[in-house]
């Protein structure tokens, strides 16, 4: 009532409108990508849709044939699966389409409903309201999830018996035996789930953990009774499905036995340190799944319990992974910006791909190629979530803050929409963003137009423009480096290596230096870089070297069919045709930009000036870029710190104390009224 009152006309908006319209996007948001995920699996053609599927109930398929459920290695699942399985064959063919995918739909809706509303208890009613489509959004787009919907997998259909029967309040409450027989159920048709009963027993919930037992004991003596020959070989001869289905070496099995064959080890050897590793991990998980548990965070209880399930199980295949995601509930870290790490890092392993985590190099593919199981044993094992009897839980310590202030250009209004942070950001999530950011940066500029025509039609727009301008300098400088041969020799070293070399290096000094200014360079270079992309797709341009009988030097790759140029690798990985802005100079210029923003001595920020123009000779050189790229490239940085500043003001000012900082110009002290740390703290 206290709200309503308060927003009437003239006042401020109120907190419940701006609920309502997240929510309403949020929403929005789900249902388009739930729309979007069952368009992309019917489009398929009938041989790559449902593949697992087909394997089982097709024409040939293992659930038709008379013999054993195992002659082929195609199906994995236990005998109990199959004898659930067979009889559903004729309705699961004739629903192979619209039917099977939204079935699967609703049961990926039901997983994310039934995680929203295991949140603890003292979660407010806004977070309740929004953490259902956001749960929905954030399972619909998990690696597990699509890969389910591909394959036609029934994967999903322990997570949500186990997220029933252990989180829902109804059947949790009381001895839970209701719930206990439904992860039981759950362990007949995936035997790691009976794993959940160790923290059922260790809460004190005895009865359950032994109605689990007892419901997989009956179900497997059920299919044992029917198919003696199936369960025999699946539980005595493949050791519960153990060999089965892909090579276990592969990446796509996500488990330690995985880890350790790909490692190289083979036989007794491997298989002992397996055990033991399996049984530390058990152990130490499981305790751990306890210890929340009886916090009250079951949610958090069983996401671990799930993630030592794939870790210790002798293949976890993809769509077997979906409890890592819901590890995502967790809360760790003390101040306000690590409280994102991990569920930026879960989130991110659960939806991108190895290659899109980790750069392609030796050192850093092997992290990319097993994420989902170190996520999953840091989870279990390492990871310090807090107990909801911390003073940290819901209050963490909050980034110190001063409001936008206006600098040396005054007369420039000030948007004022948010507060600009004084303290370090977060490392490792700035990492993660900056590798993020760099593969959307890559996949958009690969992705653009590259049409050849369109591109050397534009090509010769810009050299018209330039030659109307008497700025169509580039031939004469191009011939002139094609000319001498240390000079190309060193502008093509410089072309390829300080284009990433000295942003990164600046971006780390100001991070450990200067992290008060580091947060406004960071998001001007963000800006124009977006800026960047859009230009991108919007004026597809032929580089002059790329440009046919104009008479340019390739001085980097030499002579090319234009028809089928040949740039090594680039060829691949670049599109040849994003030269509209240049980014080569867009960088340097933000370089020089922050280097006479933050340079203590003259002479410093003249270098940092000089290098813009350094690097404007190179491109124009090595016949990378038309004068005009490197106009556009100013303009879209200059377009950046523009954003920047009427967001929150000048770079350079007296920003206060700054936590960390170790230079004065991040140190300085404040004006009282600028700087609101104690209020922040308060709030």
């Known amino acids: 009532m206290a709200n309503a009152q308060r927003g009437g006309l003239g006042g401020p908006p109120r907190a419940g409108s701006r609920t309502g319209l997240v929510l309403g996007a949020l929403w929005l948001i789900a249902g388009l990508l739930a729309a979007r995920q069952t368009a992309a699996v019917l489009r398929l053609p009938p041989g790559r849709r449902f593949a697992d599927l087909e394997r089982w109930i097709g024409d040939n398929g293992v659930l038709h044939v008379n013999g054993s459920l195992y002659d082929t290695d195609k199906f994995t699942g236990t005998p109990f699966a199959g004898l659930v399985l067979k009889p559903l064959t004729r309705a699961a063919e004739q629903s192979l389409g619209v039917g099977w995918t939204l079935g ?98 260790l809460t004190g919930r005895r009865r359950a953990a032994a109605a689990a037992g007892a419901s997989f004991a009956g179900l497997t003596a059920l299919a044992w009774a029917v198919m003696p020959d199936d369960s025999w070989t699946y539980w005595i001869h493949h050791a519960a499905g153990a060999g089965l289905g892909s090579a276990p070496d592969g990446l796509a099995n996500q488990s330690l036995h995985g880890l350790l064959l790909r490692a190289g080890l083979r036989g007794p050897a491997e298989l002992a340190l397996y055990g033991l590793l399996a049984a530390a991990v058990a152990a130490l998980g499981l305790r751990r799944a306890a210890r929340y548990a009886r916090d009250g965070q079951v949610l958090l209880a069983t996401a671990l319990t799930g993630c030592v399930a794939v870790a210790v199980s002798p293949t976890a295949w993809q769509h077997q992974q979906l409890w890592i995601l819901l590890a995502v509930v967790g809360r760790v870290g003390g101040r306000r910006a690590d409280r994102l790490v991990w569920p930026v890092l879960v989130v991110l392993v659960m939806t991108l791909t190895s290659t899109v985590l980790m750069p392609d190099n030796p050192f850093l593919r092997p992290l990319g190629a097993n994420a989902p199981l170190l996520a999953a044993l840091a989870a279990a094992c390492a990871v310090p979530f807090h107990l909801r009897a911390s003073a940290l839980w819901d209050r963490p310590l909050p980034t110190p803050v001063t409001e936008p202030r206006p600098g040396r ?48 039609s534009h090509g010769r727009q810009i050299l018209a423009a330039e030659e109307f301008l008497r700025l169509d300098v580039e031939h004469a400088v191009n011939h002139f480096v094609a000319g001498v041969g240390w000079l190309t020799d060193g502008m093509n070293y410089y072309y390829g290596t300080f284009h990433f070399l000295v942003p990164l290096s600046l971006l780390g000094y100001l991070y450990v230096r200067r992290p008060g200014t580091y947060r406004w360079a960071r998001t001007a270079l963000s800006l124009a870089t977006l800026l960047a992309l859009a230009g991108f797709w919007a004026y597809p341009l032929a580089p002059p070297r790329l440009m046919p009988g104009l008479g340019y030097v390739d001085t980097a790759n030499g002579p090319q069919d234009l028809d089928n140029p040949d740039f090594g690798a680039l060829t691949e990985l670049s599109n040849q045709y994003a030269a509209m802005p240049s980014l080569h100079i867009g960088w340097s210029l933000w370089c020089g930009v922050v280097i006479a923003a933050v340079a203590s001595r003259p002479w410093l920020r003249w270098l940092g000036m000089l290098y813009p123009l350094l690097t404007f000779s190179v491109v124009v050189g090595t016949a990378n870029h038309y004068v005009l790229d490197a106009a556009g490239g100013a303009l879209v940085v200059l377009s950046g710190f523009a954003v920047q500043y009427a967001l929150s003001g000048p770079g350079r000012q007296a920003l206060g104390r700054v936590p960390g900082a170790r230079s004065a110009g991040d140190d300085a002290a404040p004006d009282p009224p600028a700087v609101e740390p104690a209020r922040a703290a308060k709030g």
């Open 409 to 456: 250009f005054s007369w420039i209004p000030l948007l004022r929409l948010w507060k600009r942070p004084l303290s370090r950001p977060n490392v490792l999530l700035e990492l993660m963003l900056i590798r993020l950011g760099y593969w959307v940066y890559s996949f958009i500029r690969a992705g653009a137009p590259d049409e050849r025509s369109l591109a050397e």
């Open 104 to 201: 699967t739909l609703l049961l990926v809706v039901a997983v994310a409903l039934a995680a929203a509303r295991a949140l603890p208890g003292e979660v407010s009613r806004r977070a309740r309201l929004l953490a259902a489509p956001a749960a929905i959004i954030l399972t619909v787009v998990s690696l597990p999830v699509r890969n389910t919907f591909t394959l036609g997998q029934t994967s999903i259909i322990p997570v949500l018996l186990v997220l029933l029967g252990c989180c829902l309040p109804r059947l949790a409450r009381g001895d839970g035996r209701l719930g206990g027989a439904l992860t039981g159920l759950a362990a007949a048709l995936q035997p790691a789930v009976l794993l959940f009963a160790v923290p059922l027993w």
